[in-house]
């Protein structure tokens, strides 16, 4: 399966949080969030990393698919998802900490490449957190840079 990447940058460990944290396998889908998979100090899995970037950054749909679920539009945790299919897999990207063009609505349909916001201003250190679910599964690992091995697999 190839996803269109989320920021157009080269995705290196350099660039993302070295703690893994997200929405955990054990959190119900429709909890929105940047929580911290068994915490900070406390070794585990993550489901998510943070990509830095410049406030600004455009942010772009890594697949075709259906905005279902958008929560805190206008603060500095804006979360947006969207779900779809790509070669008969179910996929499901959230980012958080988007600033959402104004123009997108629950139930609109994106499609891959297309620009759905920008990296938020309203952060110290603006990043982008970025999960990846394929087939209900999340993209997990335990270390950033194996994070972002296993995301380079599935991008252009």
Not at 137 to 151: N, Q, T
């Amino acid at each position: 399966m190839i996803l269109g990447k989320p920021i157009d940058c080269k995705l290196t460990a350099l660039r993302a949080n070295r703690t893994l944290h997200g929405r955990s396998v054990n959190r119900h889908q429709d909890v929105p969030g940047h929580n911290v998979f068994k915490g900070y100090l406390r070794p585990g899995t993550g489901d998510a990393a943070d990509l830095f970037a410049t406030a600004g950054t455009q942010v772009m749909a890594m697949h075709s698919g259906r905005i279902t679920c958008i929560k805190d539009r206008d603060g500095e945790k804006c979360v947006l998802y969207i779900e779809g299919v790509k070669n008969s897999v179910d996929v499901c990207t959230v980012y958080a900490h988007l600033h959402l063009k104004d123009e997108l609505r629950e139930g609109m349909n994106v499609t891959q490449g297309q620009v759905i916001g920008y990296v938020g201003r309203l952060l110290n250190d603006p990043h982008l957190h970025l999960e990846v679910w394929i087939d209900g599964h999340p993209i997990s690992a335990k270390s950033g840079k194996e994070w972002l091995k296993k995301l380079a697999q599935t991008c252009v």
